[in-house]
Every structure is written in structure tokens, then in C-alpha cells.
């Protein structure tokens, strides 16, 4: 089965910067599409950003444009979410996902999920 590990999480004073990797395992991972998605206490899950098989196409949730950048590794089946400027309404637990379809904006989509790792930003 496939399995997902991320690592990078932390603590970081605000407008700082923090780079989260997500180690896939399974000799597929250069043919699905992969996401980051976050949670805080309170709130549902929610998207962060994704990615495409390919590494071609990229989509960001509207208040992390500009400031986090997704990318890919096929050959490292590894995927990384370079967070820059980071302010405290970034805190949360992030995941890693993987969906079955080759790029895709939907939670319900994405089948295999990471353990999370918790990123913590103060003021």
C-alpha cells in the first residue's frame, strides 16, 4: 500500500519561512496528482495547494498565492511545499495527499493521506 510521510513542520516566527517534504512511496507516483491540504483546531480541512502528475499544472487556495510554492520530484517520488512569509493564520496541521487521477482540486478525490506535520507560526 502506498505510503506517505511529510517532514519539515516547526516553529517559525512570522514572516519567516518553513519547507515541508512528502516522501511517497509505490512506482506511481510520477502518474498521480498530489496535493497539501491543512487543518487548525475549530475548522475543517482545507485545500492548500496542488499539483499534476507532471509537475505542469499547480493551483493555490487564494490567501497562500504568492507565498508557497508546490513542486515535485518524480524522480525522488518526493513533493515539497515552500512556504514563505508565513503568518500566523498559516498554523496548522499539515497533510500530504495523493489522488488516483492525474491532477484534481477535490479532498474526496485524493486516496492516500499523510500523517500530517504540525506548523506552528508565531508572532
Known amino acids: 500500500q502506498v505510503q506517505l510521510v511529510e517532514s519539515g513542520g516547526g516553529r517559525v516566527q512570522a514572516g519567516g519561512s518553513r519547507r515541508l517534504s512528502c516522501a511517497a512511496s509505490?512506482?506511481?507516483?510520477?502518474?498521480?496528482?498530489m496535493g497539501w491540504y491543512r487543518q487548525s483546531p475549530g475548522k475543517e480541512r482545507e485545500f492548500v495547494a496542488a499539483?499534476?502528475?507532471?509537475?505542469?499544472?499547480?493551483k493555490y487556495r487564494e490567501s497562500v498565492e504568492g507565498r508557497f510554492t508546490i513542486s515535485r520530484d518524480n524522480a525522488k517520488n518526493t513533493m515539497y511545499l515552500q512556504m514563505n512569509s508565513l503568518n500566523v493564520e498559516d498554523t496548522a496541521v499539515y497533510y500530504c495527499?495523493?489522488?488516483?487521477?492525474?491532477?484534481?482540486?477535490?479532498?474526496?478525490?485524493?486516496?492516500?493521506w499523510g500523517q500530517g506535520t504540525q506548523v506552528t507560526v508565531s508572532s
Open positions: 495527499a495523493a489522488s488516483r487521477s492525474s491532477y484534481s482540486l477535490h479532498s474526496t478525490d485524493y486516496i492516500y
Open positions: 499539483i499534476s502528475s507532471s509537475g505542469l499544472i499547480t
Open positions: 509505490g512506482r506511481a507516483f510520477s502518474r498521480v496528482g
